[in-house]
Nanobody
Framework: VQLVESGGGLVQAGGSLRLSCVAS????????MGWYRQAPGKQRELDAS???????NYADSVTGRFAISRDSSKNTVYLQMNSLKPEDTAVYYC?????????????????WGQGTQVTVSV
């Protein structure tokens, strides 16, 4: 499974960006897609995820500002980021969890994109 992100860049505080991530390869049974961020010197942390059924989950820090959506027909997940703050500056990574194997012996693998830089200036 390959993930390719796009949409990062430089934006002023209060501005908006939309990240996109396209999954390709063995994507038949994508269970979940999500966006993580990693700021310099910090651990990677989850911002938002969306399940195959459409259930979304957000970190407290982005609730009300970010919105995750998914186009299953295109194996694409989006992250609309509004009201951006300087502390949102980070590399943003797309993640997907794919289920393989028969039901009685299923297993899951996580895959990551290469990351896209988001920089929010004051």
């Amino acid at each position: 499974v390959q993930l390719v992100e796009s949409g990062g860049g430089l934006v002023q505080a209060g501005g908006s960006l939309r990240l996109s991530c396209v999954a390709s390869g063995r994507t038949r049974n994508i269970e979940r897609m999500g966006w993580y961020r990693q700021a310099p010197g910090k651990q990677r942390e989850l911002d938002a995820s969306i399940s195959s059924s459409g259930t979304t989950n957000y970190a407290d820090s982005v609730t009300g500002r970010f919105a995750i959506s998914r186009d299953s027909s295109k194996n694409t997940v989006y992250l609309q980021m509004n009201s951006l703050k300087p502390e949102d500056t980070a590399v943003y990574y797309c993640n997907t969890r794919v289920v393989f194997g028969p039901v009685e012996r299923k297993y899951e693998n996580d895959y990551w994109g290469q990351g896209t830089q988001v920089t929010v200036s004051v």
